[in-house]
């Protein structure tokens, strides 16, 4: 289990890169808030926190507001998340 929570710590460092002013406000709330309530939040199952997190980062993308260099990046995080989530419901 700590590989995976390894992994985690890794993407919620990546996801700290939207705390950029160059994001919009709204999109570093929803960025900070899948972080610390859902994905570094070891009170919950493990599913529901990759699960909560991939949403939120869902909306991150589909928001208008976002600076276009960071798409490619909430999609990796996206795919790495589910990876986590497919190894998680295996092991």
Not at 25 to 30: K, P, S
Request: aromatic content about 4%; hydrophobic content about 40%.
């Amino acid at each position: 289990m700590t590989d995976i929570e390894d992994r985690i710590q890794q993407i919620a460092q990546v996801l700290g890169q939207l705390d950029d002013r160059q994001v919009p406000r709204n999109i570093r709330t929803l960025s900070n808030d899948a972080v610390e309530k859902w994905l570094l939040n070891k009170d919950k199952e493990m599913d529901l926190r990759l699960g909560m997190t991939a949403s939120i980062l869902d909306d991150i993308f589909n928001d208008a507001n976002l600076p276009i260099h960071y798409g490619p990046m909430c999609l990796q995080i996206q795919t790495a998340l589910e990876t986590i989530l497919a190894e998680f419901r295996r092991s």
